[in-house]
Protein backbone atom coordinates (compact mmCIF):
# COMPACT_ATOMS: atom_id res chain seq x y z
CA UNK A 1 0.00 0.00 0.00
CA UNK A 2 1.23 3.25 -0.99
CA UNK A 3 0.56 5.69 2.52
CA UNK A 4 -2.16 7.99 1.80
CA UNK A 5 -1.96 11.51 3.36
CA UNK A 6 -4.82 12.85 5.08
CA UNK A 7 -6.83 13.66 8.62
CA UNK A 8 -6.75 11.59 11.05
CA UNK A 9 -9.58 11.44 13.88
CA UNK A 10 -11.23 10.05 16.62
CA UNK A 11 -13.93 7.89 17.15
CA UNK A 12 -15.60 5.91 20.70
CA UNK A 13 -16.73 2.54 20.14
CA UNK A 14 -17.58 -0.49 22.44
CA UNK A 15 -16.77 -0.53 26.27
CA UNK A 16 -15.95 2.94 28.64
CA UNK A 17 -12.93 4.46 28.49
CA UNK A 18 -11.30 8.15 28.99
CA UNK A 19 -14.19 10.51 27.55
CA UNK A 20 -16.04 7.65 25.87
CA UNK A 21 -19.38 5.94 27.46
CA UNK A 22 -20.19 2.36 26.10
CA UNK A 23 -20.96 2.31 22.75
CA UNK A 24 -21.26 -0.43 19.96
CA UNK A 25 -18.90 -2.65 19.21
CA UNK A 26 -18.19 -1.69 15.63
CA UNK A 27 -18.35 -3.16 12.36
CA UNK A 28 -16.17 -5.86 13.25
CA UNK A 29 -17.54 -6.80 16.76
CA UNK A 30 -14.58 -6.05 18.26
CA UNK A 31 -14.00 -2.49 18.49
CA UNK A 32 -12.87 -0.68 21.88
CA UNK A 33 -12.10 2.64 23.19
CA UNK A 34 -9.05 1.74 25.25
CA UNK A 35 -7.69 -0.53 22.37
CA UNK A 36 -5.19 0.30 19.65
CA UNK A 37 -7.89 -0.15 16.76
CA UNK A 38 -9.36 1.97 14.14
CA UNK A 39 -11.97 2.62 11.41
CA UNK A 40 -10.76 2.05 7.82
CA UNK A 41 -13.21 3.51 5.03
CA UNK A 42 -12.98 0.78 2.43
CA UNK A 43 -13.17 -2.02 4.71
CA UNK A 44 -16.28 -3.87 2.76
CA UNK A 45 -18.37 -3.00 -0.07
CA UNK A 46 -21.13 -1.84 1.93
CA UNK A 47 -18.40 0.35 4.47
CA UNK A 48 -17.31 2.21 0.62
CA UNK A 49 -20.56 2.85 -0.17
CA UNK A 50 -21.36 4.61 3.22
CA UNK A 51 -17.62 6.50 3.43
CA UNK A 52 -17.41 7.63 -0.03
CA UNK A 53 -13.63 8.37 -0.27
CA UNK A 54 -13.71 9.01 -3.68
CA UNK A 55 -16.29 11.84 -3.38
CA UNK A 56 -13.31 13.76 -2.10
CA UNK A 57 -11.06 12.75 -4.72
CA UNK A 58 -8.89 10.06 -2.88
CA UNK A 59 -8.62 7.31 -5.12
CA UNK A 60 -5.60 4.13 -4.29
CA UNK A 61 -7.48 3.72 -0.90
CA UNK A 62 -6.80 -0.27 -0.55
CA UNK A 63 -10.07 -2.68 0.89
CA UNK A 64 -8.74 -3.60 3.92
CA UNK A 65 -10.72 -5.37 6.08
CA UNK A 66 -11.33 -6.57 10.16
CA UNK A 67 -7.75 -7.00 11.89
CA UNK A 68 -5.76 -5.55 9.16
CA UNK A 69 -2.68 -3.27 10.55
CA UNK A 70 -2.50 0.45 9.60
CA UNK A 71 0.56 2.22 10.90
CA UNK A 72 -0.79 5.91 10.89
CA UNK A 73 2.06 8.72 11.54
CA UNK A 74 1.16 12.31 12.67
CA UNK A 75 2.82 14.82 10.52
CA UNK A 76 2.94 17.38 13.29
CA UNK A 77 5.64 15.34 15.55
CA UNK A 78 5.81 12.20 13.77
CA UNK A 79 4.75 10.01 15.99
CA UNK A 80 3.54 6.71 14.92
CA UNK A 81 1.25 4.05 15.99
CA UNK A 82 0.43 0.92 14.46
CA UNK A 83 -3.44 -0.47 15.21
CA UNK A 84 -6.03 -2.92 13.64
CA UNK A 85 -9.40 -2.49 11.76
CA UNK A 86 -12.00 -2.65 13.84
CA UNK A 87 -15.36 -0.54 12.25
CA UNK A 88 -15.99 1.11 9.43
CA UNK A 89 -15.32 5.20 9.05
CA UNK A 90 -14.70 7.77 9.25
CA UNK A 91 -17.17 9.06 6.88
CA UNK A 92 -14.91 10.96 4.38
CA UNK A 93 -17.57 12.35 1.75
CA UNK A 94 -18.86 14.57 4.70
CA UNK A 95 -15.85 16.74 5.27
CA UNK A 96 -14.62 16.82 1.75
CA UNK A 97 -11.77 19.44 0.99
CA UNK A 98 -11.70 19.73 5.15
CA UNK A 99 -7.79 20.87 5.78
CA UNK A 100 -5.90 20.29 9.11
CA UNK A 101 -2.33 22.04 9.61
CA UNK A 102 0.00 22.49 11.88
CA UNK A 103 2.46 24.56 10.71
CA UNK A 104 3.88 23.58 7.10
CA UNK A 105 2.24 20.12 7.36
CA UNK A 106 -0.63 19.73 6.29
CA UNK A 107 -3.62 16.73 5.31
CA UNK A 108 -6.82 17.08 3.66
CA UNK A 109 -10.09 14.21 4.06
CA UNK A 110 -10.76 12.33 6.94
CA UNK A 111 -8.94 8.75 5.98
CA UNK A 112 -8.87 7.04 9.39
CA UNK A 113 -10.49 7.18 12.77
CA UNK A 114 -8.59 5.99 15.69
CA UNK A 115 -9.99 4.87 19.13
CA UNK A 116 -9.08 7.30 21.66
CA UNK A 117 -6.32 5.09 23.16
CA UNK A 118 -4.63 4.73 19.80
CA UNK A 119 -5.04 8.52 19.08
CA UNK A 120 -3.58 9.91 22.57
CA UNK A 121 -0.55 7.74 21.76
CA UNK A 122 0.24 10.67 18.76
CA UNK A 123 -1.32 13.22 19.73
CA UNK A 124 -4.13 14.76 22.59
CA UNK A 125 -7.46 14.35 22.25
CA UNK A 126 -8.19 17.64 22.32
CA UNK A 127 -6.45 18.48 19.11
CA UNK A 128 -9.02 16.34 17.69
CA UNK A 129 -7.89 16.24 13.91
CA UNK A 130 -4.28 16.25 13.22
CA UNK A 131 -2.95 15.89 9.38
CA UNK A 132 -1.17 12.39 8.95
CA UNK A 133 0.04 9.91 6.52
CA UNK A 134 -1.24 6.19 6.81
CA UNK A 135 0.61 3.12 5.61
CA UNK A 136 1.07 -0.64 6.07
CA UNK A 137 4.58 -0.71 7.01
Request: proline share 4%.
Amino acid sequence: MVALRGEVSWFCCGNAWGPCGSTGFGACGTCSSGNYQHAWPNASDACLAITRPHACGITGMSRRTCGYRHYTTNLCNNARIGTTIADCGPQTDLWCGERTCCGSACGSNRIIDLTPAAYSVIASLSTGLRPCSVDSV
